[in-house]
């Protein structure tokens, strides 16, 4: 089927912003509550939201194979269990709908009544509801700092790194869609130079800038994901932010990695953009420096590239931008990390979320998380209100964004953006 709804030529008879991240070259998924206390499934072209559950009621999807109720649900894991036809028809037909040059909806006064929503009349749920979540450690940069900061400056990257697209298995219970506030932490951490540990509240609480791939159901148990097929089973990717409290996670890592050092939080953008969208924003990513064994072998560009940016906002000030960097300097790209992920015959299914692991850039100003920015709080970053941040202070929100341009047409992820409150009080 062809991807008829990425015409970059198509223009909307709904209002689209000249900087807006969802022209209709987009058309994202999502789960809202509307201002009647519905949840519904939908999408967004400019700063409209649109109930799919209403449209498909009133008959705009007839000739697509959907069962009744696919988009009045709380979340958007039977639909993207349907598979990739599907999603690309559904598109495709949104595309037609909200096209300059069709009149059906746009001149039907009491449909657009039921169907049309401004932002501020929805609230955005979680998209998905996350069976499994894994957490990739892709970036070379990122694990070249983190090496340095956490162990040795001389053996930075384990050997393992170059062969295997390192990860390890998160927790679901803890995701959060943007706008969700969260706690500092409490936990375990040693004092510098002390030999007993001591409990009390986070002093390092950190940021990770990630992007997370949602995927279909893709295989049976014991059967692996050929590398060639990978990129059918993902539906789509939203920002994440993985949610990180360096001095627990420094005393509580060793052996098996990180713990309560971030299953606090983890928070994500609520609308889905499809692979399909992303599409013309393929590039080739890094090239490998190892020998890459034949089921990590992938022909094609694999990488895409999507600008990025995280910003501070302290309370009651302006934000300031404290990182910009890209997806594509991910060493290991999405089908590397599906393919290895399955190979031992694990299986996924449909709203799994699969994060990239931190996006640091190859300069100091383009690395994706504090810790590193900051080189472990030895400098400070200055906010534009005049204050200076090492880590995340309570009441800052952080908020992180990103978006494709190419041609003049920009597809964009709007934002995750959370604020940290202090610890948590009993009343
Ligand atoms: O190198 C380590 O010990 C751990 C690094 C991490 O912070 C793990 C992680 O979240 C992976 C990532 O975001 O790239
Ligand atoms: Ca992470
Ligand atoms: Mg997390």
């Known amino acids: 089927m062809p991807l008829y709804a990425n015409n970059p030529d198509r223009k909307s008879w709904l209002h689209v912003d000249k900087n807006s991240d969802f022209p209709i070259q987009n058309i994202p998924f999502g789960v809202f509550l509307t201002r009647d206390d519905i949840v519904t499934i939908g999408t967004r072209i400019g700063d409209t939201a649109i109930d799919l559950g209403a449209l498909h009621q009133l008959g705009y999807f007839i000739d697509i194979p959907l069962t009744d109720d696919i988009f009045l649900q709380d979340t958007l894991n039977d639909f993207i269990a349907d598979g990739r036809k599907t999603w690309r028809a559904v598109r495709n037909r949104i595309a037609q709908i909200f096209d300059s040059n069709d009149k059906t909806l746009k001149e039907n006064k009491s449909h657009k009544e039921i169907v049309l929503f401004r932002l501020d009349e929805i609230e955005m749920q979680l998209p998905v509801q996350i069976g499994d979540f894994t957490d990739f450690y892709s970036s070379m940069q990122h694990a070249t700092n983190f090496g340095s900061l956490f162990r040795d400056a001389e053996n930075t990257i384990l050997p393992n790194w170059l062969h295997i697209p390192i990860g390890c298995h998160g927790r679901s219970s803890s995701i959060i869609p943007s706008g969700i506030p969260v706690h500092r932490p409490k936990g375990q951490m040693l004092p510098e130079g002390a030999d007993a540990p001591v409990f009390g509240p986070s002093k390092s ?3 990770e800038l990630e992007m997370a791939f949602i995927t279909t159901v893709a295989n049976d148990l014991g059967e692996p994901i050929p590398i060639a097929e990978a990129e059918e089973y993902i539906f789509g990717l939203v920002l994440l932010n993985d949610w990180s409290a360096r ?98 015959g694990c299986p996924v299914n449909s709203g799994d979320l699969m994060g990239t692991g931190t996006i640091s850039g190859p300069t100091p100003d383009s690395y994706g998380s504090m810790i590193e920015l900051t080189w472990k709080g030895e400098k400070s970053i200055k906010m534009k209100d005049g204050s200076e941040r090492t880590f995340i202070n309570d009441n800052d929100t952080v908020i992180m964004r990103g978006f494709c341009e190419k041609d003049g047409t920009r597809i964009g992820f709007g934002e995750v953006s959370t604020k940290l409150l202090p610890i948590f009080k009993r009343k």
């Open 205 to 207: 609480v950190d940021f």
């Open 247 to 344: 001095d627990i996670q420094k005393w509580e890592y060793a052996p098996l990695g990180p713990f309560l050092a971030k299953n606090f939080a983890t928070s994500i953008s609520p609308w889905i953009v499809t692979l399909d969208a992303l599409e013309p924003y393929k590039v080739e990513g890094p090239k490998a420096i190892k020998p890459q064994l034949e089921y990590l072998q992938y022909k094609g560009k694999k990488s895409y590239d999507i600008n990025l940016e995280v910003a501070i906002r302290p309370s009651g000030a302006k934000e300031t931008v404290v990182s910009k960097t890209n997806f594509k300097h991910l060493y290991w790209n999405m089908v590397q990390q599906l393919a290895h992920h399955t190979v031992n």
